[in-house]
């Protein structure tokens, strides 16, 4: 299959049922990564470092990011294409039936019910990054004492330091960069 159809197909799979938000295509990219060979866990990481760092939704960020890294440019409006179709192709069936259901019980209960699914899949994903940080690839333990000591720092002064507890993220994000520069953290 030609590679950009499959970047293609792999995002529009990836945009298609990853309800809840770019936290929740994680999951998903990881299996993208181990049956495509595109991107290693390590990788998928770094992206989702740079995605959250950039301006933008992340699933859009990470598709970009791969598309890139696999195809360049038209690799990068494959992806890019891929993970939006079913947003748009999805919001324009539910704007077309909105007013015919906007009261319907049963419509309601549906969307209510989604939310359970929704919160797993951004839950796998966190512990899905937990165990990436936590385990070496052979299995074997490892702590990033580093980055452990910073995540806990990053968050006592964004929650409970009066003084900087309303700062925005990207001072947080920022002092982190300029940190793992200086430290040479990878």
Known sequence: ?????????????????????GMATIPFLKRMGESTGWFTNADLMNMLAVSES????????MAT????TVKGI????AATIGEVTP??????????ALSKFRNNRYV????????????GL???????IIVTILFMADGSFKVNCQGLILAVVIFIFSNYVKK?????????????????????WQ
């Open 74 to 77: 038209p690799g990068v409006l």
């Open 164 to 184: 900087t507890k309303k700062l925005h993220p990207i001072i947080f994000i920022a002092f982190s960069a300029v940190i793992g520069i200086i430290f040479r």
């Open 54 to 61: 950039t301006p933008g939704p992340i699933g859009i960020n």
């Open 1 to 21: 299959m030609n590679i950009l159809l499959m970047l293609y197909w792999e995002f529009f799979k990836t945009g298609l049922f990853s309800i809840g938000g």
């Open 87 to 96: 947003s748009v192709i999805i919001i324009l069936l539910i704007a077309a």
């Open 65 to 68: 990011y791969v598309g890139f």
């Open 108 to 119: 309601n209960n549906a969307l209510y019910g989604i939310r359970p699914a929704s919160t």
């Open 122 to 128: 951004i839950g796998a994903a966190g512990l899905s």
